[in-house]
């Protein structure tokens, strides 16, 4: 209970602000935590969060709270403790979590509204449509909201909003209401679709692995499915999801960004009709806040979303579902640096609740929890229905030479597949046409004048192209030092299809990178175009290799495959393979069996040789022993912190401070189980005129790494306070750059 006094109560708000701490605030009548009150903050008006944290005492004069935005919280107690969970082991500002976890329309300050009532509206096909155009002559605005319902169109809210391109949703809400007053419109209900009659039988593994996840419905678990591309685990999580629904309970399936595709939805929404919805960035906010409502108050059965619906508030969550567990897109790069997958763990030990896992290449850290029997490990080898998995070879760079990147065994493999009217991936993962502009007499490269980088030439806009600030420059053609004619270097997607076009005139050639495919409406369009076998050779980047289930590719060619065998980072050749079988997993997924080819010139690599078996276990215990040896994830916790300052000495001198205090704090405390390493330029030193620079810690024990970060990183907050350097920490960090 916040104390009372005379003059009102003190409440506890989180704030989205880049500060550590809660704020307090006088109310007249106390509210309950979870509920969005508007505040004073400097010279601003904020959104904020009551949460249930004490008061300051220190602090003795308050602000007033404006006003109180919810008549009942708009978030959960379970999902607020899940909140402050979240923000106490990623060390971030509880205000700035609370804010991400929100959906963008509860952001602002707007009542809560139920988005349902009424859903649809069509013409009244009772009055003929030139009648009703000349009632609406002298309202134009209702003209134009009318007219977007030609043709006895059932549309919602936010399809009208966009149909008839009204800026704002409460415009159409208003006049909508007032075409239903004058009898123009109706509103109506859509059919509602039903749920398909289950008719796939699962194969024994599958049903091992159904048998094994229902064997522990009650409490939290976390099971591992480790299942070869192909072997129907998507199968087996549309089982396990249909028991819960049809107990009238909630699941939510998390899936990388790049697969949230029309297919994927589509097959979900084939089995469980519209108790499906959806929460990703490529819908609109209306919709988002659609689900988050459905969710809440426990309509929607099904909840198929991105990292961020981790934070979903859902009424009668029964479990969990995280496909690609392995996946990066899992682990938000900037600002709140959490990871969905450890985070629906976590959200799963609080709830009680069982999650499963799944990956055709899971990550170390999962498999070594599956390992030591952390977590339940079932494994599928064997690809469903009638496919097997495709058959990799290697194609030695050592005893041939490429032309633009491609060798003649991969030409010939190419102009088979032609023949015989097949599909082709090649994969290859770089953009642009050159990564190199090079100085053939000089040696002079074109390097970003805001980056430590060299640039990449893009062939479609002529333009040199920073790949790390998105600056472009004018091509300068010859070489600005000695007036030679400059040489692109390499090959990115955009020359493999020039060179393919080169050599297969007729073919229908498709890029798929994210110069080509920009929005997820075009990546809609580019799946439908090789699903539809329009497209008969696909050039693409690590964006084609996940998750998409074409049934028309026999052949992958993968045109380098050794970028990444001698990285620094440690996670390089986890990685490496994953990419490599996950992209060599497109193929063959159909009726015909399928192949890979893979150009490189470390056939003998061991890491290599795992590939090319497809041998998950041996690749694990391999590198299970590197990271072991080395003391680093998962036998270790890492924490990273970053520092970016506009002089290149104030960002090194900071960390070097950073350091000191945290070595002090270890003295004091007495850690030994962590170590903090020297300060390091980062391995790209500077990026849009930031100079970057970083401070690994490594602890052998998580406990004694978040005691000593919970000081250092208020010390941190009070002691940066200049414009020209930026700091961040990040918490089991997955990229080391
Ligand atoms: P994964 O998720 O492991 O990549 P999917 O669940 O997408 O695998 O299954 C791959 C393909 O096999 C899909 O086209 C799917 O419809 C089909 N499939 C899955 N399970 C079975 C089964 N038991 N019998 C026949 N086909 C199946
Ligand atoms: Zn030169
Ligand atoms: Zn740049």
């Avoid at 399936?253 to 089995?271: A, G, M, W």
């Avoid at 790390?468 to 997607?493: D, H, M, N, V, W």
Wanted: hydrophobic fraction near 35%.
């Amino acid at each position: 209970m916040p104390p009372a006094s005379k003059s009102g109560f003190i409440i506890s708000v989180a704030v989205p602000v880049p500060l550590r701490r809660a704020f307090d605030y006088r109310s007249k009548s106390d509210i309950e935590p979870g509920s969005r009150v508007l505040i004073p903050f400097r010279n601003r008006q904020l959104v904020g969060v009551v949460v249930p944290l004490p008061p300051d005492k220190s602090v003795r004069k308050h602000k007033n709270i404006i006003h109180v935005l919810d008549d009942q919280p708009s978030i959960s107690p379970t999902m607020l403790e899940f909140y402050i969970w979240s923000a106490s082991y990623y060390h971030h500002p509880i205000g700035e979590v609370i804010h991400a976890a929100l959906p963008p329309n509860l952001r602002k300050a707007v009542r809560l509204y139920d988005p349902d009532t009424p859903e649809y509206y069509m013409q009244n096909p009772d009055i003929p449509e030139y009648e009703t155009l000349d009632t609406l002559s002298r309202a134009p605005k209702q003209e134009q909201l009318f007219l977007s319902l030609s043709n006895g169109q059932c549309l919602r809210l936010d399809e009208i909003e966009k149909l008839a391109q009204v800026s704002d949703i409460r415009d159409v809400r208003g006049g909508m209401q007032s075409l239903i007053r004058k009898g123009l419109v109706i509103h109506s209900h859509r059919p509602v679709n039903g749920t398909r009659p289950f008719e796939s039988t699962l194969n024994q593994e599958q049903s091992r692995s159904l048998s094994k996840i229902k064997s522990t419905e009650k409490g939290f678990h976390t099971h591992l499915v480790h299942g070869i591309t192909g072997s129907g685990k998507t199968e087996v999580y549309l089982h396990a999801i249909h028991d819960c629904l049809n107990r009238g309970q909630q699941v939510l399936v998390l899936v990388p960004e790049i697969s949230l595709t029309k297919q994927l939805v589509e097959r979900f929404v084939n089995r469980f009709g519209d108790r499906v919805h959806c929460y990703h960035s490529g819908i609109n906010k209306t919709q988002r806040y659609r689900t988050w409502w459905k969710a809440g108050n426990g309509t929607a059965g099904v909840i198929l979303g991105t990292r961020s619906a981790v934070f979903m508030p859902i009424l009668n969550l029964a479990r969990i579902v995280v496909d690609e567990e392995h996946d990066l897109s899992f682990k938000q790069m900037d600002g709140f640096r959490y990871h969905a997958r450890d985070l629906a763990i976590k959200r799963a030990s609080l709830q009680n609740i069982p999650v499963i896992l799944g990956s055709a290449t899971p990550s170390m850290e999962s498999m070594q929890n599956a390992r030591s029997g952390k977590y339940h490990l079932s494994t599928l080898r064997k690809r469903a229905g009638e496919a097997n998995l495709p058959k990799i070879q290697f194609i030695d760079l050592r005893q041939q030479s490429t032309r633009y990147g491609l060798s003649p065994s991969l030409i010939s493999a190419i102009k088979k597949q032609l023949e015989r009217s097949q599909q082709t991936i090649l994969y290859i993962n770089r953009r642009g046409y050159a990564p190199i502009a090079e100085c053939p007499n000089c040696k002079w490269r074109a390097c970003c004048d805001r980056c430590d980088a060299y640039l990449t030439y893009h062939k479609t806009s002529d333009r040199l192209c920073c790949h790390y600030c998105g600056k472009t420059f004018e091509t300068p053609g010859i070489c600005p030092q000695c007036r030679s004619e400059l040489f692109f270097r390499g090959a990115g997607t955009q020359r493999i299809e020039e060179s393919l076009e080169k050599l297969f005139p007729d073919a229908s050639i498709l890029r798929f990178d994210r110069d080509r495919v920009r929005s997820f409406r075009q990546l809609q369009d580019t799946l439908d175009a090789i699903n539809s076998g329009q497209a008969d050779i696909i050039v693409g980047t690590r964006m084609i290799s996940k998750g998409h289930d074409f049934h028309g590719v026999t052949l992958v060619g993968i045109v380098n495959a050794d970028h990444g065998l001698f990285s620094v980072d440690f996670r390089a050749p986890e990685q490496l393979f994953q990419d490599l079988l996950q992209v060599s997993g497109r193929s063959g997924r159909g009726q015909d069996p399928g192949r890979v080819l893979i150009q490189t010139h470390h056939p003998d690599n061991p890491y290599m040789e795992m590939v090319r078996t497809q041998d998950y276990d041996l690749f694990f215990e391999a590198c299970r022993e590197e990271r072991k040896l080395a003391h680093v994830p998962p036998f270790s916790s890492f924490a990273l912190w970053r520092v970016e300052s506009r002089k290149r000495e104030d960002g090194f001198r900071f960390l070097r401070k950073i350091k000191q205090y945290g070595d002090s704090l270890l003295a004091s405390m007495n850690l030994e189980a962590v170590q903090i390493m020297d300060p390091v330029h980062s391995p790209t030193p500077r990026i849009d005129e930031w100079h970057r620079s970083q401070l690994l810690v490594n602890a052998t024990t998580r406990a004694h790494l978040h005691q000593i970060l919970k000081h250092w990183v208020c010390w941190a907050e009070n002691t940066s306070t200049s414009q020209k350097l930026r700091w961040s920490l990040d918490i089991d960090p997955m990229e080391m750059y």
